[in-house]
């Protein structure tokens, strides 16, 4: 297992290592990106003023809240949150935990994300090279990425340990390393890791919507006329002789297509009628 020290300790120079948030820039496609990366870990350039970004500080004030959240809604209990690990093997890679899974080989990592264009999917692929990156540093085989939205709505994506992902990864940011032992500017590497296999598990609390709330209620107070309406149908589709084309009665047709399927229709004043799914 990595060996961990608590942030407080480690906030030394964040140069003496790739944490999992370059991580992210070094898989990326972004040249401007990695090169400023690059001369902040030679010490050549300032880290970029992240104080006035407000996602970012968003991020901040609901870490606790959204860890909390975590907790009550999956049973999960989170610890070593903020602490500092380095990986066993390559002390250039370490991480600044969110937290890890007590009695569980995962780690725990929680944003804040905007909710217009929001899906599972690209909250994933963009946190992908972090979550393995962590779990990499850790020697852990799970990620739970814990997402509170701008829409006041809680998403939680389980991400597996991809051994395969994770081999590119470790290739990429050692290239990278080398580059800033040497002085070699780098370039995007171009790395196309493959897509990790995501068992999702969705968990979103609905809560706050109004619209929710309102198909809610209606879902509730039709299931039964549903089953019955669906409990009839087969009933009058058995009752329909096999050689009939056609069933009519008590404002009701049953027909039978070439194919042999029945539908029915409800017959009207007029000779007008509706389909009855």
Request: charged share 25%; hydrophobic share 45%.
């Amino acid at each position: 297992m990595a060996d961990r020290v608590s942030a407080k300790a480690i906030m030394q120079d964040r140069s003496t290592f790739i944490g999992g948030s370059d991580a992210r820039v070094i898989m990326g496609n972004d040249q401007g990106a990695l090169l400023q990366l690059w001369k902040e870990k030679r010490s050549e350039s300032d880290p970029i003023d992240l104080s006035d970004n407000l996602i970012v500080q968003l991020g901040n004030a609901t870490e606790s809240l959204n860890r909390q959240w975590f907790e009550r809604r999956t049973g999960r209990a989170v610890i070593s949150v903020q602490q500092f690990a380095r990986h066993p093997s390559h002390a250039w890679m370490g991480a600044t935990l969110d937290g890890l899974i007590r009695n569980e080989s995962a780690v725990f990592e929680a944003k804040f994300m905007l909710p217009w264009a929001f899906s599972e999917e690209a909250a994933a692929d963009k946190h992908m090279a972090q979550l393995q990156h962590n779990m990499l540093v850790t020697q852990t085989r799970r990620a739970y990425l814990s997402i509170v939205t701008g829409g006041g709505k809680w998403v939680l994506i389980e991400v597996e340990a991809d051994p395969v992902y994770q081999t590119v990864l470790l290739q990429v940011e050692r290239i990278f390393w080398r580059c800033v032992c040497t002085g070699e500017v780098p370039e995007v590497f171009g790395a196309q890791a493959p897509k990790a296999k995501l068992p999702v598990v969705r968990v979103v609390d609905m809560t706050t919507s109004n619209a929710w709330a309102e198909y809610a209620a209606v879902f509730a107070r039709t299931r039964g006329a549903h089953a019955e309406h669906e409990s009839a149908r087969a009933e009058l589709k058995a009752m329909v002789p096999e050689d009939a084309k056609e069933a009519v009665g008590h404002g009701l047709r049953a027909k039978r297509s070439k194919a042999g399927s029945i539908s029915f229709e409800l017959m009207e004043q007029g000779g007008q009628h509706a389909p009855v799914q």
